[in-house]
């Protein structure tokens, strides 16, 4: 993860964020993949994987809070934030039920969940993208 944070991240200001958020959803998503089809005591296999999930949480997570100080108003920012934190809690804390459920049934289970999960963030990364994309294109179409 330190490595991504100081070989990648810094390059990633420059891109427009729809590219790194895709990057790293997907590097998420090829780690479980990777995790699911490992052969059993192949710890090269496992490594490989735990380093795509770190390098994918690495591009994502900064990037996720970079947007939200740049789009939140500083004013409000402490509550606001506080607001999606306890949202994020209440959202994400039925998933390791889920997940339990899902493993008592298949163990490959509760990894598809995620992939399934890393693949709707893709999704609405590629959305926002392009709504930005439009957002930004309008202006310049008025002034011409």
């Known amino acids: 993860m330190l490595l991504c944070f100081f070989l990648v991240t810094p390059y990633i200001g420059a891109l427009h964020f729809k590219i790194p958020y895709v ?10 993949v990777v995790l699911v089809t490992a052969p059993q005591q192949n710890y090269w296999i496992l490594g ?35 607001i999606l934190l306890v949202g994020i809690i209440l959202l994400t804390s039925p998933f390791g039920w889920i997940a339990g459920n899902l493993s008592a049934l298949n163990k490959d289970l509760p990894f598809l ?32």
């Open 48 to 82: 490989l994987s735990v380093f795509l999930e770190a390098c994918g949480l690495a591009i994502v997570n900064p990037l996720t809070d970079r947007m939200s100080v740049l789009i939140i108003d500083p004013k409000e920012r402490a509550r606001i934030q506080s």
């Open 23 to 32: 990057a790293g959803f997907a590097s998420l998503i090829v780690s479980q």
């Open 113 to 144: 969940m995620d992939i399934a999960l890393f693949a709707g963030g893709v999704l609405l990364a590629y959305l926002a993208g392009r709504a930005s994309d439009k957002t930004q294109a309008a202006p310049e179409e008025i002034i011409a």
